[in-house]
């Protein structure tokens, strides 16, 4: 047979590397496929934001004392919905570490908020949804959101049955608030001498069915 040219045989190798070339790509590409799954990044992405940090309130408390609570469970294969809580859902309450303060002394103020449904759901406990409020009467003196200082959310479960109290208090200094005033040290102070003052709260967007009476001497 008569000998093939330099040209022929370049030209033939040529083919060979390109089909290699192809070949591994396939491979190379099913492979990745396999492993990485973009796909799955969609299913990912509809999960729950996680819980950012915060001081205000302390999510993993234990249940109420009654422990009665049902509880819900997921069917074998399916993620459970946990859906945002309703009015219906929870009960708030104000707080305050004392019924009666004595001349000088500074009244601290929490929350308790509870899960009264029978399913597990969600709310926003940070700072962006607390709102503390003193009256006396129809005046309101004081209210914890007009110097609020770079507010935060943080969204929770909170249990079926469960109660949570705020995990550090918020201090009144017995004066008179405003957003104008926030860093004026001579504000008006609350009168004393056994006046009455009324602490009510909210937090993610649920108000304290009633409001806690303090007074001030």
């Not at 915060?54 to 459970?80: F, H, L, Q, R, Y």
């Not at 859906?83 to 303060?101: G, K, M, N, P, R």
């Not at 109660?163 to 017995?174: C, E, K």
């Not at 608030?177 to 909210?202: E, L, W």
Request: proline share 7%; aromatic share 6%.
């Amino acid at each position: 047979m008569p000998r093939q040219s330099a040209a022929v045989y370049r030209r033939r190798r040529l083919v060979v590397i390109l089909l290699a070339i192809v070949l591994i790509a396939a491979i190379g590409g099913g492979v990745w496929l396999a492993i990485a799954q973009p796909w799955s990044k969609k299913a990912d992405a509809k999960a729950g934001p996680s819980p950012s940090t915060s001081a205000s309130v302390e999510v993993d408390a234990s249940p109420s004392p009654s422990g009665d609570a049902p509880k819900v469970e997921p069917t074998p294969g399916e993620t459970p919905i946990i859906v945002a809580c309703t009015a219906a859902d929870v009960t708030v309450d104000a707080l305050t570490d004392a019924s009666t303060y004595a001349a000088g002394q500074n009244p601290q103020l929490s929350i308790r908020l509870k899960n009264t449904g029978a399913k597990d759901c969600t709310i926003n406990v940070g700072s962006t949804t607390q709102k503390f409020t003193v009256s006396s009467g129809s005046d309101v003196w004081w209210r914890s959101t007009d110097c609020q200082k770079d507010p935060s959310d943080m969204i929770v479960t909170l249990k079926a049955g469960q109660s949570v109290d705020s995990a550090q208090p918020v201090v009144w200094d017995r004066t008179r608030s405003s957003v104008n005033t926030c860093g004026d040290k001579n504000r008006p102070k609350a009168p004393g001498g056994g006046a009455s003052y009324h602490v009510s709260v909210s937090i993610g967007g649920f108000d304290s069915a009633q409001s806690e009476q303090i007074l001030l001497y």
